[in-house]
């Protein structure tokens, strides 16, 4: 669950704040918890609630781009394979916020974008394009990433 | 295309990443944090007994929980949390540490369960017992463990269920933890509310009551009661006490407490022949020459015979102990409960006047009542409770109650019987004083 915050927060002093503010209301709504899915899914559910409740504080804008205008760059397999969990966090955090958020909450949440416009109060091509650009930003770090390794 | 793969890859990297809790984290959330420190001390010293010995006796990969299958399963990170917390009826706390060895090769093998070490902990009792292995193996002979599934075992009074963990998300955690498995038991027996049974409750409350009158013959002639029905009339009163509550089960309320109530009624008569005599003084002042004047002063009086009305204000006073037991429900901060008990009268008493049976208004007070009884006897209550929390410890509620007393306030020599039932409105704090 740190790591879920993690990917969320700024840094790790706000992803503590996350985690800590998310227990309490694990704690609080334990009660509403009805044993008909998996424990961890129902914590993590409101952690992910919790993350992005903290981040809407900041007054987080999601500027609209041109999709058509944002094709990423296409990286082969072989160039992020070998890339560890603790890099692609450190990758995911140098995100803008509205990408980082869209882009966990589509591509590791596995919410769609009609649902993530529905948490985050935007449209759903907002989202759709954030992801886009997310994406693309994360594909060119990794491939700067290579150039640095070669 | 490309875009999917990377997903994917991205979702597999990142799905099953750890990293560490911040140092203090349960600290801030653990919700025993304001509970009473006595108990844990207690704790502790259950720490002192040898517990943290016994959990790594469990060895690495043990499963721990805690009792009732139903109230209480394994949170985040091997942390004991409770479910029901409202609801929760456990009156002993037990701890099955369990290896976490059962697993078999082929699906539909028939489970070997390994022995288990039990750890009791009484929570009334605050006694700590540490049984023999069990072989489990004998209970759970045929149980159907499929390949790589692990279980968790539960224990509630005599009863030892196992539970596939694929129900509660697996969780697997090493004895390096065993201090915080400890303040996990301490969470589990200290978060408010967890165990309600162990809770005390104070409820002060106050209220408007009206009084219903009944009224019957004993040996009172037609004119007397018809006399008495059209003087006398009830007016609202109040009803103000303390109740002490405690829940002894998931939903019921055992309460006692000390009651005071004060119906009003008016009374109103009319005296005959009353007779008012009124002085009149008349000054004449004669003058018969200036500086010669003559002061005359009549004295008379006015007698006026007729009727008077006078009103008073009877006053009915109880003191009253009650048992009431009050089934709870309701979800979220608004609560609902229905109360019945019996009531016991400790102290009844009468200030005002009745007539007597020359239909003669009569002053009565404490040292001269032999109409009413001093003490009413039992009575019968019924009430429905709104509540809302207010936070943690208090609830406001307000409570439509109806008293009915089962017998006569009148003494046996009284010409009538009397009897009053009461309908009221209550409102009030619950305080939780005790957890």
Redesign the interface.
Same mark, same amino acid.
């Given at each position: 669950?740190?790591?879920v915050c993690?990917?969320y927060a700024t840094d790790?002093m706000e992803a503590?704040d996350m *985690?800590?503010d998310a227990?309490?209301k694990?704690?609080k709504y334990?009660?509403q918890?009805k044993?008909e899915g998996?424990?961890? =899914?129902w914590?993590r559910r409101i952690v992910v609630n919790t993350a992005i409740r903290h981040l809407e504080k900041k007054k987080l804008k999601f500027s609209e781009i041109d999709e058509s205008a944002s094709v990423?760059p296409?990286?082969a397999?072989s160039a992020?394979?070998d890339?560890?969990?603790?890099d *692609?966090?450190k990758l995911?955090n140098q995100l803008p916020t509205g990408y980082k958020l869209v882009f966990n909450l589509?591509?590791?949440e =596995?919410f769609n974008h009609e649902e993530i416009a529905e948490m985050l109060n935007i449209q759903p091509g907002t989202s759709r394009s954030q992801l886009v650009k997310a994406?693309k930003m994360?594909?060119e770090q990794i491939i700067q990433l290579q150039k640095i390794a070669v | 295309m490309?875009?999917n793969?990377?997903?994917h890859?991205?979702?597999e990297?990142?799905?099953d990443?750890?990293?560490?809790?911040?140092a203090g984290?349960w600290d801030?959330?653990n919700?025993a944090t304001n509970a009473p420190t006595g108990k844990v001390i207690k704790l502790h010293t259950l720490k002192n007994w040898g517990l943290s010995a016994i959990l790594l006796m469990a060895g690495l990969g043990s499963s721990f929980v805690v009792a009732d299958s139903k109230r209480y399963?394994i949170?985040?990170?091997g942390n004991i949390?409770?479910?029901?917390?409202?609801?929760t009826n456990v009156t002993q706390a037990v701890l099955v540490t369990e290896t976490n060895t059962i697993i078999t090769n082929t699906s539909n093998k028939v489970a070997s369960l390994v022995k288990l070490p039990i750890v009791q902990l009484n929570e009334t009792s605050k006694q700590l017992t540490i049984s023999d292995k069990e072989n489990s193996s004998n209970s759970n002979s045929n149980y159907n463990v499929f390949e790589n599934e692990t279980f968790t075992k539960f224990k509630a009074a005599n009863t030892i269920s196992f539970v596939r963990n694929n129900?509660?998300?697996n969780y697997k955690f090493s004895s390096k933890d065993y201090n915080k498995y400890l303040n996990d038991l301490k969470l589990s027996i200290l978060?408010p509310g967890s165990n309600p049974n162990s809770d005390w409750h104070i409820e002060p409350f106050a209220g408007p009551i009206y009084g219903s009158k009944k009224v019957t013959n004993n040996t009172a002639t037609t004119t007397y009661l018809q006399q008495k029905d059209s003087s006398e009339s009830m007016r609202i009163g109040y009803a103000a006490g303390v109740n002490l509550a405690k829940p002894i089960s998931e939903h019921f309320v055992l309460k006692t407490g000390v009651w005071v109530s004060q119906m009003n009624e008016r009374f109103s008569y009319k005296t005959e022949n009353e007779i008012k005599t009124t002085t009149v003084v008349t000054v004449r002042n004669i003058i018969r020459a200036p500086g010669d004047t003559l002061k005359i002063s009549d004295t008379s009086s006015v007698q006026q015979i007729g009727y008077k009305n006078t009103v008073v204000g009877n006053r009915y006073k109880t003191l009253d102990i009650p048992v009431i037991i009050g089934y709870e429900f309701g979800k979220g901060s608004l609560k609902f409960g229905i109360n019945a008990g019996v009531i016991f009268n400790m102290k009844h008493g009468f200030e005002g006047a009745v007539y007597d049976s020359s239909l003669t208004a009569i002053n009565i007070n404490k040292e001269t009542n032999n109409v009413y009884k001093t003490n009413i006897g039992l009575g019968l209550y019924a009430g429905f409770r709104i509540a809302k929390d207010i936070n943690d410890k208090t609830q406001l509620f307000i409570e439509p109650h109806f008293r009915y007393n089962l017998s006569n306030m009148t003494t046996p020599n009284t010409s009538f019987n009397q009897k009053i039932n009461v309908t009221g409105v209550n409102v009030g704090l619950r305080i939780k004083i005790k957890d």
């Open positions: 669950m740190m790591t993690l990917r790790s503590e *985690i800590q227990f309490i694990v704690f334990l009660g918890f044993f998996s424990f961890e =899914g914590i990423g296409t990286v397999a992020y394979t890339l560890g969990a603790d *692609i966090l995911i589509h591509v590791i =596995g994406r994360l594909q | 490309e875009n793969h990377f997903d890859f991205i979702r990297k990142m799905q990443h750890e990293s560490s809790m911040p984290l801030k959330v919700p399963t949170g985040e990170d949390v409770v479910t029901g917390s409202n609801s129900n509660l998300s978060c």
